[in-house]
């Protein structure tokens, strides 16, 4: 499967723990983009990068948000401290060609957090 | 205000209806527009983009107002399978790709 792979796809944790979600793009894309999701409500941004440049992260992002590209490959969603409103599908998505505006989607990773 | 805004639905139509989604964004810098679709439980794919002398695929016509600010998107002869949530994004700032999505509209398509 050449497709962008996220891992873990399920993540049940306690309040309080960190979590790490682990995004594969498509090979040779080098926009990637990071995308929370909750029920009945759009994919809303968190952040993106340009091979290993983070552009912007979303101001709605607390610090306890960090995510990292740093071979311009693979990217890390790391969350800290958890809480139970970041319980939420965390989508990763890349692209090779922006101006089309068609990103490519993981799977995504479920966050549950008790 | 959202950024993007959807009127979220459900629009319950039977098959063979015309049905129109309209989509309402902010900022007037947006420079260009999309249309997604989101199965249930599923990844969100590019439908089609939005361009400014609107433009059609198929069953699928799309059409933007910039003066406005709002996107449409109409189904014409409406499948089964048309059933979905339509998202609609926008681009922000031109040059990044700062692609922001709406909530959606879901379409149920009944027999």
């Known amino acids: 499967d050449t497709g962008v792979s996220q891992d873990p796809r399920h993540k049940i944790t306690k309040r309080g723990q960190n979590v790490t979600f682990r995004c594969d793009p498509i090979s040779e894309h080098n926009r990637l983009y990071w995308y929370r999701q909750t029920l009945g409500q759009g994919p809303e941004f968190l952040t993106y990068?340009?091979?290993?440049?983070?552009?912007?992260k979303s101001r709605l992002l607390s610090d306890r948000f960090s995510a990292e590209r740093p071979k311009g490959s693979f990217s890390t969603l790391e969350i800290q401290r958890t809480e139970q409103g970041d319980s939420a599908m965390y989508l990763c998505a890349s692209t090779l060609r922006v101006n089309t505006g068609e990103l490519f989607f993981g799977e995504g990773s479920r966050l549950t957090v008790l | 205000r959202k950024e993007v805004e959807q009127d979220p639905g459900p629009f319950n139509v039977p098959e063979g209806a015309t049905v129109a989604f309209n989509c309402t964004y902010s900022n007037s810098a947006s420079q260009s527009f999309f249309w997604y679709r989101q199965d249930c439980r599923k990844e969100p794919k590019l439908l089609m983009s939005v361009y400014s002398s609107g433009n059609e695929d198929g069953r699928f016509t799309a059409q933007l107002n910039r003066a406005s600010q709002y996107i449409s998107l109409l189904i014409r002869d409406s499948k089964l399978s048309d059933s979905a949530t339509y998202l609609c994004v926008v681009n922000e700032e031109d040059s990044s790709y700062k692609l922001i999505f709406g909530s959606g509209t879901r379409l149920l398509v009944r027999p």
């Open positions: 990068f340009q091979n290993e440049a983070q552009l912007e």
